[in-house]
């Protein structure tokens, strides 16, 4: 049943404009128009990386890796074979996440308890909401509208939007757009973090703090956005304490930068052990990183709205550890 719908995606989108699309360049033409150029599956310094446009084929002379548009997905996203086509899928229709992230914007101003959660979360200024485009999906309403967008339940349930059942699969949640996926953060007792189908994708925002000499790498959103509302420009985040490979190789891009793992301070000490496991790793690939020392219990989100400000935070950033 599958192998159609196989066939329909390789035939929609070429490997190559797929390549594009993630900024893939290529270095150099060889025969029989194949293209060289740097690896995006690994830490490549040379071009090792050969892309056939003819046959829609990769192979890589560095890690070894090849095959078609969906293994090639399924590597770079590090995702399943099922949610590499949910992936490709959603990436040709990526209009249905920007309808449905507008529609969880305008739910945000209609519920009350989100709005009571972003204030308990520290989050009172409304160009921040803005900024992030921050939404919410209070369950049972998101189908219904989508549909009569003209959108089809199948095609819902496939980007993981609808479940099996037909109900929404976000319900009370605060909902953040990624670049390929959305990210709900549950306000009541449900599992806290919820990603559709598919890859976190690289890290939040990349592109608007690559050029900074100084990066705040945080676990969370929230981290993230109270930050960005007490002045920190500066800061991205890994949705996560664990870092894909395609985010480890966006802080490793060559560029000369320090970057501060500003990551949770639990209890139990394993955010910072994750922190002092990732700042060796990102010394070894000749980045900088430096681990900024939280009070105990706290996550840069707790810590603001503990009442810390920028000028402490600050403090803490002149302050972090090798
Ligand atoms: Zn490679």
Redo the contacts with the bound molecule.
Sequence with gaps: MIWPAVDAIKQQISLLDYLQTQNWQPARRISRGRLMGV?P??L?HKP??LVDPLKNLFY?Y??G?GGDLIRFVELYHQVSFGEAMALLRRSRCGSLLSDVARFYQIQLHRHPEAAAYLEQRGIHQPQVIEEFAMGYAPGRCLRHWLITLGYSLGELQQAGLVNAAGLDSFSHRIVFPLEANLYGRAIGNAAPHRFLPGGKGGLYGWERVNHYSEVILVEGLFDLVVLWQAGFRNATCALGSHLNTRQLRQLCDGVPRTVYLAFDSDANGSGQQTALRLSRRLRQQGATALRVQLPDGHDPNSFFVDGGDGRQFQQLLERALP
Aim: hydrophobic letters at 20%; proline letters at 0%.
């Design positions: 690896c599956l690994h490549d090792s990386f890589c560095g890690c890796h």
